[in-house]
């Protein structure tokens, strides 16, 4: 029989509306949004949201699960990881596919193994460490063939992951020519490694010394040296984990300028700041490590005003959770701390706090920033974001006047610490429905390994609209070229 829902009562919120009605549930996709829904069967499931916000469930566009990285592997795997994501009201992620030995379909392959133990839908980003012709044709089979619009380019980690501005080049060309969305993570990976090297050399060896040794000036100019050569290329950019003011106020100027740039800021960097890698403790200060850092306070309200004003469109976590005896690799050295904070459980209800409970934001851009503008972005909209008739039946039922509680006893992730820990707010995520299921209610999570479903991507973006015939692009403000006639004497 049909698995039937009934969500009565409550405000439905899209990024565009809101109003009181009812939801109805067949199958896993929404069938009737409207007031007053009467369904004549006893099989269906009601559930009674009056007073609460019906909105879609979040999608997070930004994690690393089960990734092999810094010589050891992120202890959320696709089954974990997402049950943690559910039960904070996210839906769906998308996450990077690491290439293997520099291949793309090796990675590819292995993120397809890794990902069977899904419970939650799920989409591939993918990273372009090496370039050659067997990559180029590569990325065409991963947008033609595998869903996978979107690419990301690492300026930093030197001599593993980072590129050079002639591979940012050719990847970028590549990307415009697919109509696939470039992403770079945007630090000077030259001026972090000197960095680096200038603390050892002054014995500051510590996890305060990952913060010394790649400041805000070095994520300012790999966002600035990306957005330029996006618009050299005249294709769209996407700037993952923006974390500083330095890097944010590039993305507004080039928005001003009306290029095609869009910057996604993650929950660490809108509601920490960097006190936590001077704590005494090793595991309490190691635990804040991530690329690019944790800034000192003020550029977390920055980046929260940037997103009210709309200078950045979304907000994702860079979930990649190492344990304490993982992160203990760098107790010598901060360099060999593996690099990742948590967030996939902790976005939705920490968003709420910080900016719809502090009255910085409307319901409405709650649900564009945490759901409808990833969908819209990466090529999943209405399918995804919306609670339309038609659209998944990936939805959360939020109640504004209880609170949530944060902490590594109680969250759902397999991480031994969590960097939000003790955080307390309003607006707590009572129903998840994923998929048409309920799975989380009254505290308790019902997941299925498997359950979840791999969403293709396909290839064009609204990004790209028009984009070489935009006025002011570079390409339209060249002047001809000059036809030159032999000079006779
Ligand atoms: O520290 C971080 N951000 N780890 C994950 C890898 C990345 O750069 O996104
Ligand atoms: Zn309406
Ligand atoms: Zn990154
Ligand atoms: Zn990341």
Redesign the pocket.
């Known amino acids: 029989s049909l698995r039937k829902i009934l969500i009565k009562g409550g405000t439905v919120v899209n990024a565009h509306h809101q109003e009181v009605a009812d939801v109805y549930v067949e199958d896993g996709i929404i069938v009737a949004v409207k007031p007053n829904i009467r369904v004549g069967d006893d099989d269906v499931t009601v559930i009674d949201a009056t007073g609460k916000f019906v909105m879609p469930g979040g999608v997070d566009p930004?994690t690393?699960l089960a990734?092999d990285?810094m010589g050891t592997r992120t202890i959320d795997d696709f089954f974990s990881g997402q049950a943690a994501a559910l039960a904070g009201g996210t839906t769906m992620h998308i996450d990077?596919v690491i290439p293997v030995n520099g291949s793309l379909s090796a990675g590819y392959e292995a993120y397809v193994e890794k990902a069977k133990l899904s419970c939650m839908d799920y989409g591939f980003h993918m990273a372009v460490t090496k370039w050659d012709e067997i990559v180029a044709r590569e990325m065409e089979i991963m947008v033609k063939e595998k869903g996978i619009n979107s690419f990301?380019f690492?300026l930093?980690?030197k001599g593993a992951?980072m590129i050079s501005d002639e591979l940012l080049l050719d990847g970028l060309k590549k990307c415009k020519s697919l109509g696939a969305l470039a992403m770079v993570?945007a630090e000077n990976g030259d001026a972090v490694f000197e960095g680096q090297k200038r603390m050892i050399e002054l014995g500051i060896t510590g996890p305060e010394g990952h913060a010394l040794s790649r400041p805000p000036l070095l994520e300012g100019e790999g966002t600035a040296r990306a957005i330029r050569l996006a618009g050299f290329v005249n294709t769209p950019l996407y700037i993952?984990?923006v974390m500083s003011i330095d890097a944010m106020e590039e993305i507004a100027r080039a928005r001003k300028a009306g290029q095609r740039v869009v910057g996604e800021p993650v929950v660490s960097g809108l509601v920490l700041d960097d006190s936590g890698l001077w704590d005494p403790d090793f595991v309490t200060a190691a635990k804040f490590?991530?690329?690019?850092p944790i800034r000192a306070s003020g550029h977390g309200k920055a980046l929260q005003a940037a997103l009210s004003a709309g200078v950045l469109q979304l907000v994702g976590t860079?979930h990649?959770v190492f344990n304490s005896t993982q992160k203990a690799m760098g107790i010598d050295d901060f360099r060999k701390i593996?690099?990742?904070?948590n967030g996939i459980e902790e976005r939705m209800h920490l968003v709420w706090d910080t900016l719809v409970e502090s009255g910085q934001i409307s319901v409405t851009d709650y649900v564009r920033l945490t759901s409808t503008e990833c969908a819209r972005i990466f090529n999943m909209y209405p399918r995804k974001g919306a609670i339309l008739v038609g659209s998944d039946a990936d939805i959360i039922i939020l109640n504004p006047n209880s609170s949530f509680e944060i902490s590594a006893s109680s969250h759902h992730s397999r991480l031994d610490t969590n960097v939000f820990e003790g955080r307390r707010g309003k607006g707590k995520v009572e129903v998840t429905i994923a998929g048409g299921r309920i799975v989380w209610e009254n505290d308790k999570l019902k997941v299925v390994p498997g359950s979840g479903k791999y969403i293709e991507r396909p290839p064009y973006n609204y990004l790209f609209d028009g984009i070489d015939k935009a006025e002011g692009n570079y390409l339209n403000s060249l002047r001809a070229p000059v036809k030159r006639y032999k000079a006779t004497t």
Not at 338 to 341: E, L, T, Y
């Open positions: 930004h690393h990734m990285f990077f990301k690492f930093a980690y992951l993570h993952v984990h490590v991530m690329s690019p860079d990649c593996p690099n990742g904070v």
